[in-house]
């Protein structure tokens, strides 16, 4: 769970979000808002399945409830509207305590289009600085790293989420001529840099080996990364009590796989935090197994959640895609609402569950369907004497 501990803790560090109105029942229960946007692909069948956890976990909570709201922002949409989301859409997520993603994305619709018009469209306005993904091997999974296990693997990578590779920065000219040119900027400022770099020292700081790798490209890159390495140097001075080291991106990748034990806290820039978090989740044992916090740690936005992997359209509507990572998910949106010890629970029954080969979807090797899990995880909820290992019978969607 430490990685629960950690965000918790860094939530006490850093600026206090400013306070909020809690709208309550006639029994004083907490009920959050939540703006549901599942988006493309399976991203709406593990969403679908991930309301039903939710609301699950909260029944057997008994202390607050999850109001939802959900918005068809998508391809489909898209093609219908010539946007991804209406130009009040950013407006109309505001009042949200949270956001639940699923996948954006559609084999007919250029990605940089989807990407840019709705995923980064939340997250940079929203200034969702902080993309957050742990990593870890759960019971019953083995990791295609041979002698790997959980004790070896257990990582949390934070990726700087507003800027860097992925700032728009940019253009063509000349197009269609021998001399075309097309340029992408990376954007590296003091302030960004600074904040994520305080960020993952402060996570570093809360798990228990207070060990972090801070990512680069500085050889080669010689302006912004050469600046990050320098604010990561500065920062550090102000956590004696972590230990930290640097590595070239090209080199972490075979560190992660020849030497995972080596690492805990992992830091890195947009563009290397995006790939190396999915060759992480790889190493776990499937991208359908991993979360994403997208967090403005402030409070001043909304943070949104989501799984890592993607709109998936060669399993869409077959039933089989693996909802763990939108459960997953689900449990670090729970501990951002301050509901710890519910996300802490789900997130003991996915182990539970999971620990049983029986409810391994294709990714894993498997034959488990969607609605298999997901009524394997909700019986372990509702009944955890009874189903310690959320055993029930499969279920066609």
């Not at 790997?148 to 990726?159: G, N």
């Not at 301050?338 to 539970?352: F, M, V």
Request: hydrophobic residues 40%; glycine residues 8%; charged residues 20%.
């Amino acid at each position: 769970m430490h990685v629960f501990k950690s965000l918790e803790y860094i939530a006490r560090k850093l600026d206090p979000p400013p306070s909020k109105p809690t709208v309550k029942t006639l029994a004083e229960m907490k009920t959050y808002k939540i703006a549901a946007i599942p988006g493309d692909g399976i991203g709406k069948e593990v969403i679908a399945a991930g309301l039903e956890v939710l609301n699950a976990c909260a029944a057997s909570d008994g202390g607050f409830s999850l109001a939802w709201q959900t918005f068809d922002w998508s391809t489909d949409y898209y093609k219908e509207h010539g946007v991804l989301m209406p130009e009040s859409g950013r407006d109309q997520l505001l009042d949200f305590d949270a956001i639940y993603f699923g996948a954006v994305g559609a084999p007919d619709v250029p990605d940089h289009i989807t990407l840019s018009g709705l995923r980064l469209a939340i997250c940079q306005p929203f200034d969702q600085y902080a993309n957050v993904r742990p990593t870890r091997i759960f019971p019953g999974i083995e990791s295609p790293l041979r002698g790997v296990t959980a004790k070896d693997l257990d990582w949390v990578i934070v990726r700087e989420n507003s800027e860097g590779e992925y700032a728009g920065q940019g253009g063509r000219s000349h197009r269609g001529l021998p001399q075309e040119i097309g340029t992408e900027v990376a954007i590296y400022t003091r302030t960004g840099v600074t904040r994520i770099m305080r960020f993952a020292f402060e996570l570093a700081r809360s798990r228990p080996r207070k060990l972090l790798t801070v990512v680069t490209k500085s050889n080669a890159q010689r302006h912004g990364m050469v600046m990050w390495d320098e604010i990561a140097a500065e920062v550090a001075q102000y956590f004696p009590d972590v230990t930290w080291d640097k590595i070239l991106v090209d080199a972490m990748t075979a560190r992660m796989t020849l030497k995972p034990g080596t690492l805990d806290t992992i830091v890195a820039t947009n563009l290397h935090g995006d790939i190396l978090s999915d060759l992480a989740a790889a190493l776990t044992g499937s991208l359908g197994i991993a979360p994403t916090a997208n967090l403005n740690p402030e409070g001043k936005f909304p943070s949104m959640f989501e799984p890592i992997h993607g709109s998936a359209f060669d399993i869409t509507g077959k039933g089989v895609a693996n909802p763990i990572g939108a459960f997953w998910t689900g449990a670090l949106l729970l501990d951002h609402l301050g509901e710890k010890n519910a996300a802490a629970r789900l997130l003991s029954t996915i182990e539970a569950v999971v620990a049983d080969k029986s409810n391994h979807c294709p990714d894993l090797g498997g034959q488990a369907t969607t609605r298999k899990v997901t009524a394997a995880v909700i019986a372990a909820l509702q009944n955890p004497v009874s189903h310690p290992a959320g055993k029930c019978k499969d279920e066609t969607l």
